[in-house]
């Protein structure tokens, strides 16, 4: 989602990109539908070999100003292809993730050294970076990933409608969480949240938005997911509408967000509801904590913590007033999180590395 976008608003910034990439991967097939050259890179550890020459031939064959990777793993092609390709490419990496485990051997050192900058896509990244990587902690910068504000418009929807768009009742409050049903997205505390505030009397729409996850495991944990909504007795309460094509229009139906993630690397669906003027209330972790500014654009809660989760939404559910406020302060935090102004930072980079000039502090 992220890469289509931020390489559609560096076009409009007058720039060529090429992406290497898996030729049968989504990404791939969009990118060239959209009239970007696709460079096609198999992917796995046995093509590393041929990768790293593909590239390599790559760079040597026309001027490339920039070498930027999106996945981390991908420095073990690029960085020995750049030396290949005896070019002083500067080399940047964003990076998405959470380091999970500390790579400071010989390989990765070497590896390493070719990077001009790492951005981290949240000062939680940032510090697992920092802490877990050889590269000097100034080589290090958050830059967040964007939105396309102009498709999160709140004045382009009409919520009664967009409640009917998804057969819920227009004259009851909505409350959903909108993600893939994945590990770690906090889908089992929000049913128990729920269910909660159905004990409490609640008469509330409860929406879940979002598709299974690829593979086994988040194919059983989806099943998990709707069985636990079968034992809480939610079955009538909670409508799984699957894949949102158009987040907006789910986002417009609803009076509060909640995303109870564990431990997100940043939360674009959290950034895009605050964009559609929405009061959120999400978990005290990771990225979230660049994101919302507690009691002012959202409401924190410990993570892992139903209890809390309930209490935060009811309050909210309770307080008509407070919803207005806080969905005004986060819509007007949004346009931090403008693609416009996240390529502008890019080109800015990239402008003073072509130019020689050191890294921004």
Request: proline share 7%; net charge positive.
């Amino acid at each position: 989602m992220q890469i289509p976008l931020l390489a559609r608003a560096l076009r409009d910034r007058g720039h060529a990109l090429t992406l290497l990439c898996p030729p049968d991967s989504v990404i791939a097939q969009e990118m060239s539908s959209t009239g970007f050259p696709v460079l096609p890179l198999p992917s796995g550890k046995r093509h590393i070999a041929g990768s790293i020459v593909s590239v390599a031939h790559f760079l040597r064959s026309g001027r490339y100003d920039i070498l930027h990777a999106h996945v981390s793993e991908d420095i073990r092609v690029l960085s020995p292809a750049r030396a290949l390709a005896c070019r002083d490419t500067p080399f940047f990496i964003t990076r998405h993730m959470g380091v999970k485990h500390a790579r400071r051997d010989v390989l990765h050192r070497l590896l390493y050294r070719q990077v001009r900058r790492i951005f981290a896509v949240s000062s939680y990244v940032a510090d697992g970076v920092r802490a877990a990587l050889p590269v000097p902690p100034d080589r290090v910068a958050v830059l967040p990933p964007g939105i396309d504000l102009s498709r999160f418009q709140p004045d382009r929807y009409d919520g009664a409608q967009a409640r009917v768009a998804l057969g819920l009742d227009p004259g009851r409050p909505v409350v959903g969480m909108l993600g893939r049903i994945t590990p770690m997205k906090g889908h089992a505390e929000f049913l128990e949240a729920v269910r909660r505030l159905r004990d409490g009397g609640r008469d509330v729409n409860f929406v879940v938005a979002g598709g299974c996850g690829d593979g086994d495991r988040e194919r059983t944990y989806t099943e998990n997911i709707h069985a636990l909504a079968r034992r809480l007795g939610l079955a009538d309460a909670v409508r799984f509408i699957g894949f949102a094509a158009e987040p907006a229009a789910v986002f417009a139906a609803l009076d509060v967000f909640v995303f109870p993630s564990h431990l997100e690397a940043f939360g674009l669906s959290l950034v895009e509801a605050m964009a559609m003027g929405l009061p959120t209330v999400a978990c005290a972790a990771g990225g979230v904590l660049d994101i919302v500014e507690d009691g002012r654009t959202g409401l924190l809660v410990p993570p892992r913590d139903p209890a809390s989760l309930a209490l935060a939404i009811g309050r909210l559910l309770d307080d008509p007033a407070g919803r207005i406020r806080l969905g005004h302060a986060a819509r007007a935090a949004s346009p931090r999180w403008d693609i416009v102004r996240i390529a502008e930072s890019y080109d800015s980079e990239y402008t003073r590395a072509v130019a020689g000039a050191p890294a921004s502090a």
